[in-house]
């Protein structure tokens, strides 16, 4: 049991899944706490942690009790116990709802409030025990899926093959066309750069990629400009983006149909740029397959740093991706500052236990911590932060997509509003407490989010929650404008709305008696009629996620209506959305959990971070997505188990005109598991790049399996031999996820492989850890006698991934 020394008294928290085989819907978990400290814990102490597992309270160990507080904020009680002695130590059982199979469904962020009425005291993590039996490392006894072990990576690996560098493609997203022969052309620092009318920023980003070549290569020009590129595309908002890049020695031309064409070329010349600053003669056509390639990063429920975000955009641009769906708030978190509305931030922007004189803040939560500064679970951006993200994303080609949840996800908001009517009315402003109202004081509505919070739901009735969305648009659309950048779209989320908001609130109940609606889905519907008006006038259309479209009038007009699909695992009744509502007339982005949400685990393995709910979402399942193709559906459900004929039968798939309304793609990057900037990158990487090939790179055209694992050889030896070396180069190098090696002990050798091609596997014999330093695994091998043997990945900077270990 570690001991959590992060304040005093100092105590040992570990914790362990028993089984997941308890009973249906339910795993058997244990808690043990230790006093290490040298003094007394005064009799009711309170331990809180936060848990997506929701502990069912009845089965507590007698003597204990676990109380849920709201969302994933859990406290333990000893309601009739003593002084908590220095070396003694407690173990409560319990059991909770679903299941834990990984690190992901731990409790995490433990904090101590001692019963003597001290501050909270920050403990930390538990120590989690290790996932050895099936009934720990499987959900059910019905789940399918195997472990993502050494052997099974082993297995799943075998059918990939290390390809000549001259067979990999050497650009990502893979152009319509690419030719090149023998010849070089070198460029360095030095080299000289014309450009037309309207390019200066363009230039300005080549100077700056140009700086960090070697010095020399005066006599090579680039040239920059715009005009007809024969790409054969008919669509024009496709079309402004394609590009010609033509090579030869002593002169780089990068033609583009537009300034957004031109950086695209030159995000290809930065991809053939050897480390000596040297590119292959020859040109490249290209354009892209859909207008809208997007990335969704949530900074609502962990904040991310300016300057992670850039990092982030700069990769994005990269790999052409071009739209930034920007997650603002959520229950967890309000991040944009509002200057008419100061609490957003100073109570919406801050998680943790207030200390006395501090202003209130929100509970903790996914392990945050008691601390109201120095972690991951507090933060904004200021009007000035804003501005400069939008643009630099805006010099990258890169439209940011603002987003604010509402109006299920808003507790952040509806909390801050809260504390600012409470404000006022001290001052005795009754007025202007109500202004910016979000919550009837008087709603008896009983619900529960998916998410467990119980008060997340603003009272779309009352006219000070449209006042307060046209204030927040309204100061958003100033931000847009000092940054010298359109404000398109907006997204209001409107996704997950517990069933049982409104029905008890007497001022929803008032509206829609006066308005004649039986349900409150007209009074939903009736709510994105406002919303969708109030931002018509700041000039702005309506996006949001599934549950907009399917909550709204069916006459109205949906040409200003973006609606982001993605709930389409199997057993969530929308498995074919995508197609009906495309089909119905909207159109649709494509942001499909089971295959593009980045948040989930890449595999089934208790060490792989990352939720799972739709299954787990690997670099090919990215790759191998295909947005146009029946079915917009996994293979496979959760469990591993694949749907009958019929069931695939009765879904609803794509018509002619249907086809054209997919917009294009977007991969999520939520944030409940986003604890760092490395972990972020871990998440993002190099499961982005795959998105990046199937929105951009020419429709596959797979008619089987065959073809489809011809191409994802390919690609996977792009990304091993081509693209995560180039992530190493950067200044400051990225840190994705380095795939663990698969490998097998057989007849005294050991077997190993990579899920890509060209990353460096690296072994020992003598119990020691691996790294860069260590042998590199070639070829089949004898174990020498050797009783355990470990292997890891290891990039090219001698970065070294997770550790595998085998015992012959």
């Known amino acids: 049991m570690a001991a959590r020394r992060h304040g005093s008294p100092a105590i040992g928290i570990a914790w362990a899944c028993i089984s997941n085989f308890t009973r249906d819907d339910a795993f058997t978990a244990r808690l043990g706490i230790r006093n290490d400290g040298s003094a007394p814990i005064a009799p009711g102490w309170t331990l809180y942690f936060n848990t997506c597992r929701k502990v069912l309270a009845s089965s507590v160990t007698p003597g204990y009790a676990i109380a849920h507080i709201n969302g994933d904020l859990f406290c333990l009680t000893m309601p009739d116990g003593g002084a908590w002695m220095p070396g003694q130590r407690h173990t409560i059982e319990y059991e909770a709802l679903h299941w834990a199979i990984s690190i992901t469904d731990a409790p995490l962020g433990f904090y101590l409030v001692p019963g003597d009425g001290g501050a909270a005291i920050d403990l930390g993590d538990p120590e989690i025990a ?363 989320g409107g996704d997950e709305v517990p069933a049982g908001a409104w029905i008890g609130s007497p001022a929803c109940q008032a509206l829609m008696r006066a308005r004649g609606w039986s349900d409150v889905r007209q009074l939903r519907a009736d709510f994105q009629k406002r919303c969708r008006a109030i931002l018509a006038r700041h000039g702005a259309a309506f996006a949001g996620w599934e549950e907009t479209a399917l909550a709204s009038d069916p006459h109205q007009a949906k040409d200003d209506f ?36 980045f948040d989930f685990a890449y595999a089934k393995h208790p060490d792989e971070p990352g939720y799972y709910w739709a299954g787990f979402v690997g670099t090919r399942d990215a790759f191998g997505m295909c947005p146009l193709d029946p079915p917009l559906i996994p293979a496979r459900d959760a469990m591993g188990r694949a749907p009958d004929a019929a069931q695939v039968a009765a879904l609803a798939p794509l018509d002619a005109q249907g086809r054209t309304r997919i917009a294009g793609l977007q991969g999520q990057l939520w944030g409940e598991n986003k604890r760092s900037r490395a972990r972020l990158e871990y998440l993002a990487l190099p499961r982005m790049i795959g998105l990046a090939e199937r929105a951009w790179s020419p429709g596959p055209g797979w008619h089987g399996e065959a073809e489809l694992a011809a191409d994802w050889n390919e690609f996977a030896n792009r990304l091993g031999q081509r693209e995560l070396p180039r992530l190493d180069r950067a200044n400051d190098p990225w840190q994705y996820r380095l795939p663990p090696p698969g490998a097998v002990l057989q007849d005294g050798r050991l077997h190993a492989n990579v899920a890509l091609p060209g990353v460096r596997v690296h072994y020992t014999l003598d119990g020691s850890d691996p790294g860069a330093d260590s042998p590199r695994y070639t070829h089949p091998m004898a174990l020498d006698g050797a009783s355990v043997v470990k292997l890891a990945s290891v990039d090219t900077r001698g970065r070294v991934g997770r550790i595998v270990t085998l015992s012959p």
């Open 130 to 492: 290790p996932f050895t039996r099936p009934e720990q490392r499987h959900r059910m006894r019905g789940d399918l899926l195997p472990t993502a072990d050494a052997a099974w990576r082993f297995g799943q690996n075998a059918a990939l093959s290390q390809l000549p560098l001259a067979d990999v493609g050497r650009i990502t997203p893979r152009p319509r066309t690419a030719r090149f022969d023998a010849r070089r052309c070198p460029i360095g620092s030095s080299t000289r750069i014309e450009h037309g009318a309207g390019l200066e920023v363009e230039a300005a980003w080549l100077r700056a990629w140009l700086a960090g070549l070697p010095d020399g290569a005066a006599d090579t020009i680039i040239v920059l400009e715009t005009g007809a590129v024969d790409a054969d595309e008919t669509d024009p908002a496709l079309a402004r983006e394609a590009y010609l890049l033509e090579v030869a020695p002593g002169r780089v031309l990068v033609r583009g149909a537009g300034p957004h064409g031109v950086f695209n070329g030159l995000q290809s010349l930065a991809q053939l740029a050897d480390a000596d600053g040297a590119l292959p003669c020859g040109s490249v056509l290209d354009a892209p397959r859909f207008a809208y390639r997007g990335l969704m990063l949530d900074v609502a429920r962990h904040f991310s740093s300016v300057d992670t975000v850039l990092r982030l955009l700069d990769c994005m641009a990269a790999y052409k991706l071009n739209r930034f769906h920007f997650h603002l708030t959520d229950d967890e978190g309000w991040r944009l500052a509002i200057g008419a509305l100061p609490e957003l931030t100073l109570v919406g922007a801050r998680r943790g236990v207030a200390r006395a004189g501090e202003a209130p803040c929100l509970p903790p939560s996914f392990g945050s911590g008691a601390a109201t500064l120095g972690s991951n679970g507090s933060g904004f951006y200021t009007a000035a932060d804003f501005v400069t993200i939008l643009r630099y994303a805006h010099a990258r080609h890169i439209e940011v997509i603002p987003e604010f949840n509402m109006p299920g996800h808003a507790r952040a908001a509806v909390e801050a509003m809260r504390v600012r009517h409470a404000r006022l009315l001290a001052a005795g402003d009754v007025d202007g407490a109500e202004r910016y109202l979000l919550s009837d004081p008087h709603d008896a509505s009983n619900y529960e989010s998916v998410q467990l919070w119980h008060d997340n739901v603003m009272c779309i009735a009352l006219p000070s929650v449209d006042r307060f969305i046209d204030t927040v648009v309204g100061e958003v659309a100033l931000l847009y404008r000092e940054a010298g950048v359109p404000l398109r779209v907006l997204h209001t």
């Open 562 to 597: 973006h609606v982001y699909v993605w709930n389409n695992g199997w057993g969530s009744g929308q498995e074919d959305c995508a197609s009906r509502l495309a089909n119905a007339g909207h159109t649709v982005v494509l942001a499909s959990a089971a295959s593009l949400y």
